[in-house]
């Protein structure tokens, strides 16, 4: 099927394996697709390599930000998918970004996340009015400068699309916490680059104001145990990166 907008779909990767060739069928009405990988160490290369229409890059990771612009920078074609390979792509959030495709309103266009974790779909603890930009046109779009929970910075009009995008987040438990580990130290880093300081507030009431905002305020408690599995991993990740940044000013590992 040749589509009447041509379309670059762009994914970073590191050890996705298990989700890459489901992801790569999903991306059928793209014309090319961009793969960055961080030198994965599992088949995700050589799964994605077999594929016609995949170019893969590999690059080492710095940040976020970085490393998606440089997947931006590599696609032929204006119009550009950026999805994570743990979103589903449907066949409806498909056909709609053809139609918006052949004539655009828009210079981006914002997808809402339908969040599942642990096998349920979480309808508050904060991820109510989860939206994203999924697609745009890469020559009026940028991601900030941040190490992470990058944003798409947009010069120009934005629309949201009607079809939701499943975030199937979770793999294991354990899989999980790391990756909100991780995302501590890069936000640690963040912090030491402003020349951020922790005190006793940040190591007390920020992680315990976290837990609070999510269990109760934004309704977390209607999600059940789940909503206070992912309130807790999220207050302890607050705690994690004001330690993550002590370390830092402190030269220790």
């Not at 077999?50 to 119009?79: G, L, P, T």
Request: a positive charge.
């Amino acid at each position: 099927m040749e589509n009447p907008v041509k379309i670059t779909a762009i994914a970073i990767t590191l050890n996705e394996a298990h989700n890459i060739e489901a992801y790569l069928k999903s991306l059928w009405f793209a014309d090319e697709i961009v793969i960055v990988d961080s030198f994965s160490t599992d088949e995700t290369v050589a799964l994605a390599s077999k594929h016609e229409k995949v170019s893969v890059y590999q690059r080492e990771f710095d940040n976020f930000s970085k490393q998606k612009n440089f997947a931006i920078s590599k696609a032929k074609n204006d119009w550009v998918t950026f999805f994570d390979l743990d979103e589903e792509i449907t066949p409806a959030l498909a056909d709609e970004i053809i139609e918006k495709g052949k004539h655009p309103k828009a210079i981006a266009y914002f997808v809402k996340r339908d969040f599942y974790f642990m096998g349920k779909r979480i309808k508050y603890s904060g991820l109510q009015n989860d939206y994203v930009v999924r697609f745009f046109n890469r020559n009026h779009c940028q991601y900030n400068a941040n190490l992470v929970h990058e944003t798409l910075e947009t010069e120009g009009e934005t629309e949201n699309l009607k079809t939701t995008l499943p975030h199937h987040t979770y793999k294991s438990f354990d899989d999980y916490t790391a990756k909100a580990h991780r995302y501590s130290a890069l936000q640690a880093e963040m912090l030491y680059k402003k020349g951020k300081k922790p005190n006793y507030y940040h190591f007390l009431f920020r992680p315990f104001y976290r837990f609070l905002n999510q269990f109760f305020f934004r309704l977390g408690i209607l999600d059940g145990k789940e909503g206070f599995v992912l309130a807790y991993v999220s207050a302890f990740s607050v705690f994690k990166r004001y330690v993550n940044l002590w370390l830092l000013y402190r030269k220790i590992d």
